[in-house]
């Protein structure tokens, strides 16, 4: 066999079609193709393909990375006011769909309360920043984070306003995200010019609504509609939450504010109705304990959620 076959099978057994070898004199130069690989996974590879380039008659091994160009795809999770869970569900939702196999992180712009590092058990962790891109944080669930809440102290974040917080934001959503093939956007609760600037400029590819049955008056969802409608981003569906109460004692649901609302209201808005997340205490207290519902595995709530979102999302692909 000659040097350059030798070197071209030895580089094929650890790198397979990734690499493309040439040789110049005593010299192997490879082409490394690292699409889809991290940061920790090119370096690995990239060492191997040196050691096995090194075959006897080679005096010197030069590895070239490439990677084909990803779009890395944004999911933003809007309200059309606070507290209705939109957080909640965001983390739930990139939980479920990094369960689901896509490699999903979490960005929390919500300046008024960043509550993901609560969440998502990662409170009082600071990211770092390299070449200037913040480095997003790894969490027990299989997603990273950069939140609002680990730049700033927890009682100044009511401090950002207008343009000023659009830049912070996207400081976030331009952190070094790496392989991520999904971010997934919690906005700010409401409707005004940060939300429509986030949206405006970082484009998702599609947008979650969140409401809850008592705050169906259809002006706050159809403000939210209007949003993204504004800046050319279509709507996934609706998402309702605490939808009818679970008792923690017999397990019943009862539904002190009607049901079907939400349903109803999504037909009226022209918008598909997603699915229903119930009032559970079990909720609330596992958000608290940062264990969210979704990363356990009796999970039959957010699961089919992200199932529906990542079926309309595989479909604009
Ligand atoms: N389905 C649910 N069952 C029980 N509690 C819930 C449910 N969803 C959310 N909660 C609780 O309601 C509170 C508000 O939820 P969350 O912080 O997710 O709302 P938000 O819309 O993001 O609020 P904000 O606008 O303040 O950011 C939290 O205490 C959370 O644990």
Redesign the pocket.
Known sequence: MSIIETVKAAVAAVAGKRANVRMEGTRAGVVLDTTGLDGAGRQALEQEVKAAAMQPGVEDVRVVLTAEKRERRILAVA?G?????????SANLAIALARRGTKTGLVDA?I??P?QPR?MAAEGVKPVAQDGKLQPVPTRFGVSLLSMGQLVEPDKAIAWRGPMAAGALSQLVDGDWGATELLVL?L??GTGDVQLTMVQKHRPAGAVI?STPQDLALIDARRAIDLFAKAGVPIIGLVE??AGYCCPHCGSMSDPFGSGGAEAAAKELGIPFLGR?????A??TA??AGEPPAAGEGDSVFAPLAERIAGWLDGQA
């Open positions: 309200s006011k606070g507290g209705v869970g939109k957080s909640t569900l919500d008024y309360g509550s969440l919690d700010p609760p969140v939450n605490m997340v119930p009032l559970t205490i909720i609330r958000s608290d």
